[in-house]
């Protein structure tokens, strides 16, 4: 039985990075593989549940970074793990593995880069160094963020792969939960899903949904996810007086059936690596319109249309009211299996990646 150690250095909630580590748990062949994960500040209920206590709640990782690592090294070297594979973002992975050496643990050590910049500049900088000459193996969800991190060094693309039968799109679940939402079936909905950060922009996604409602006012705005910029965004949404028209549902578990709420899906993010929740929508068949900021391998689908974010916000609402046509609604379930993401075959290539590499022990 092989021991692999997984750890999210970002809070366990509900967002991209611990849905990914999540999505291949769940679907990971784990006959063989024995899996234990360390939990950054805190977990939701719904990951807690799912990994059966097999976890270790550490705290203040950037606060207290050396008694972090004296904690984590400690469950490194208790744990003889074969495998200790580190989710994040940038060269402050070097946390962790720092706690690696200090265990003095003969692991292989995995670094998996999940974005395209980070928000930690210098810190990442000054650590870059010795991060890069501190790990076995590397990990990106896509060439943009594995250029990002590793630069000239080689990696593994491992797709931020879905469930393809769970996000195709469902016409009764579509009709049930408009009806639960209080949206008529005539009404345009779009939508977005996502933490409410910098990063995500709802600023100027809320000012693409003021054009949009200029150009049909019989439209709504979804917007899933929880974050501390939520009320800064009610507060704007207060401001220009269209709080009937927009709907937070906070952080749900079953996205598929939102999906399947939308007419189309809105991201005009700063940066990603390569989102989820962009293969979740194209799954569903929601037209696509997101920032050029966003990787173009995110293009699964015709339905994806990159725009820039110096483009004014009626361009944006143009180009939604141009690209939909929920008559012309359908599934693109086998496309994106066939782009090679689909996450049964992702995590059958990440479990075997994982006896590879540890029999080179």
Known sequence: MLKILIINTVWFRINGMS??????????????????????SEINDIYKNQLDNNYF???????????????????????????????????????????????????????????T?????????????????SYDYAIACSDKAGEWLFRDSEYMVLKNAVDTDRFSFNHDARSEFR?????????????????????????????????????????????????RLQEQIKDKIKQ?????????????????????????????????GLPLTLVEAQCSGLPCIISDTITKSVKLTKNVEFLSLEDTPAKWADEITKKVNPSDRKSYDDEIAKHGYSIKHEAAKLSDFYRKISEKR
């Open 19 to 40: 849905n990914i580590i999540m999505n291949y748990y769940r679907f990971m062949d784990k006959s063989d593989l024995k899996f234990d994960f360390v939990v950054n």
């Open 57 to 115: 709640l550490l705290h203040k990782r950037k606060k207290k970074p050396f008694a972090y690592i004296k904690k984590l090294s400690e469950i490194i070297k208790k744990g003889n793990y074969d495998v200790v594979h580190i989710h994040g973002n940038s060269a402050l992975m070097q946390i962790e593995l720092e706690a690696v050496k200090k265990s003095k643990s003969d692991c292989k050590v995995i670094v998996h880069s999940h974005n």
């Open 117 to 133: 910049t980070c928000s930690h500049m210098k810190l990442h900088k000054l650590l870059y160094k010795r991060f890069s000459k």
């Open 179 to 227: 009806k639960k939402l209080g949206i008529s079936e005539k009404t345009f909905v779009a939508g977005h899903v996502g933490l409410f950060n910098e990063q995500k922009n709802h600023t100027f996604l809320i000012d693409i949904f003021c054009e949009l409602q200029k150009k049909n006012p019989d439209s709504v705005l979804l917007l899933l996810g929880e974050g």
């Open 240 to 272: 220009l007086k269209i709080e009937d028209k927009v709907i937070f549902t906070g952080n749900v578990s079953d996205t598929e059936n939102y999906y399947s709420v939308m007419d189309a899906f809105v991201m005009p993010s700063l940066h990603e």
